[in-house]
């Protein structure tokens, strides 16, 4: 029995596959990941390519809408002086908006710095002053709230964005919000219309993309220097390995801010996925249920909530339905228990977990949303316990794996997926992976090489910078 479920699940890979092969010629498209986002926006141009809730009503921008708000925010950079080199930075909770700016920033070849919504307010200060960022986007007045007072004290910071209106603070001089950039990217189009063409053809692979900044646990937070090829070879591997269709919808619950999301944002994007964003945990259970997303990555700690508050149902039913329900549990254990370790399954065994299935699995799946392919889980070991339960319920979750410093993100295979293994790299497939995946070096740490620096050509506008080798500022 167990080798006839196996075969049939890679035969639907197979199927899969064949159905949906790599979905562009990624070998002729610039390697930078706003050429390779902007052509899966323009072929597919999706009316759901970025989906976000406001209020009780969803909102959707098409793959054109994306790519022209894009443009808009980068020309209204352009016209407050940011240039190539420059730092941006960005902290605000999962919504369009940062994907959006994002783009815009690595469009123009500037650099982009994520901080976490939930950072010390302190390393808000020292990421801000270390990175040297120009400008900085906030989502709203509850982040404002967080982290005002190292923004205020950051001198460098020119001007600070924000993407909800009413998130402006009383008396700030240099507060504006995302709708007057892109109004004065509007009025900058007038003025020069090929702006944004100029700065994207002129981005290199191994230009600096991004500076994430690690935890700091044990020191201050170090800058990861990351380049648009550390991002790419990613997306090209990992199209190639895990069978993602242009017709999958996500739903981003993890922190963009983070290299894992932020890699899986860059590679369903690329791949035509519809992406549905979800801002917190709070929203996961109806976001769930709403977009019944296909795919999706997760932590280990959503599924042990979702795991707990099932199995607190579960007990809550009282009588019969209790006693079934840790009967299907025991049965789930046992049964991918016996698959993990290529054991067979008894024809007992197999009929006990098809009646688990039908009365109580089945209720799972339809929780999450019903369509799950399969979930990748990253930032933390996955427990057997809850891997065997949630396969045993028909939901597939394979180990991912994220390292900064190395801007890897790998996750183990449908069709090769042992509970408890560590995560495959998709890159190791590839001969160069490992130029393609190394990191330029920490930002701003003392090195044997220096930067060459030119000086400013005017008051407000960033020298201009280049490094001579792997250096830091």
């Known amino acids: 029995m167990a080798s006839v479920i196996c075969k049939n699940y890679e035969s639907r890979l197979a199927a899969d596959r064949q159905a949906f092969p790599a979905l562009m010629a990624f070998e002729d498209i610039p390697l930078t990941i706003p050429h390779f986002c902007f052509a899966a926006f323009s072929a597919h141009n999706k009316p759901d390519a970025l989906a976000f809730k406001i209020g009780d009503v969803w909102n959707y921008l098409s793959g054109h809408e994306a790519i022209e708000r894009v443009k808009r925010i980068a020309h209204g950079l352009v016209s407050m002086g940011i240039a190539k080199g420059d730092r941006v930075a960005i902290i605000s909770e999962n919504r369009p908006e940062w994907s959006l700016v994002d783009l815009a920033v690595l469009s123009l070849g500037a650099?982009?710095?994520?901080i976490y919504t939930t950072q010390a307010v302190e390393q808000v200060r020292f990421i801000l002053e270390n990175s040297g960022a120009r400008m900085l986007f906030i989502s709203g007045k509850k982040i404002w709230k967080h982290a005002a007072e190292a923004i205020q004290t950051t001198e460098q910071l020119e001007r600070l964005v924000f993407?909800?209106?009413?998130?402006?603070?009383d008396g700030g001089s240099r507060a504006t919000t995302l709708a007057?950039?892109?109004?004065?990217?509007?009025?900058?189009?007038?003025?020069?219309?090929?702006?944004f063409d100029t700065s994207l053809s002129q981005i290199q692979p191994d230009d600096?993309?991004?500076?994430?900044?690690?935890?700091?646990?044990?020191?201050?937070?170090?800058?990861?220097?990351?380049?648009?090829?550390?991002?790419?070879?990613n997306i090209i591997a990992i199209t190639h390995g895990l069978p993602i269709r242009s017709t999958d919808r996500s739903l981003a619950v993890l922190p963009l801010s983070h290299i894992f999301e932020r890699t899986v944002f860059y590679v369903l994007c690329s791949n035509g996925v519809s992406i549905?964003?979800?801002?917190s945990f709070d929203q996961l259970a109806s976001h769930l249920h709403e977009v019944k997303p296909t795919i999706m990555t997760a932590v280990p700690r959503l599924f042990e909530q979702v795991y707990h508050k099932i199995v607190k149902k579960g007990k809550a039913?009282?009588?019969?339905?209790?006693?079934?329900?840790?009967?299907?549990?025991g049965v789930g254990q046992e049964y991918w228990d016996a698959m993990d370790k290529g054991l067979s399954i008894s024809p007992v065994l197999a009929a006990k977990h098809l009646i688990a299935n039908r009365l109580v699995f089945s209720k799972w799946r339809?929780?999450?949303g019903g369509a799950l392919r399969f979930f990748v889980s990253g930032g933390a070991p996955l427990s057997k316990k809850l891997s065997y339960a949630f396969w045993a319920a028909g939901i597939p979750i394979l180990q991912g794996y994220g390292m900064t410093e190395a801007c890897v993100v790998s996750a183990n295979r449908p069709e090769d997926n042992k509970v408890g293994s560590r995560a495959r790299s998709p890159t190791t497939e590839r001969a160069s992976a490992a130029k393609e995946t190394k990191m330029r070096g920490n930002w701003c740490e003392p090195r044997a090489t220096a930067w060459s620096s030119s000086p400013a050509k005017e008051p407000g506008v960033a020298s201009s910078r280049t490094w001579e080798g792997n250096l830091s500022c």
């Open 366 to 368: 339809a929780g999450v």
């Open 163 to 169: 993407f909800d209106a009413d998130g402006v603070p």
């Open 317 to 329: 039913a009282g009588g019969w339905k209790t006693t079934l329900f840790a009967w299907s549990l």
């Open 111 to 114: 650099i982009t710095v994520p």
């Open 180 to 195: 007057e950039v892109e109004a004065a990217g509007d009025a900058q189009v007038k003025i020069n219309a090929d702006a």
């Open 276 to 279: 549905h964003y979800c801002a």
């Open 208 to 233: 600096l993309a991004t500076i994430i900044y690690t935890s700091g646990t044990t020191g201050e937070p170090k800058g990861v220097m990351l380049t648009h090829d550390n991002f790419v070879s």
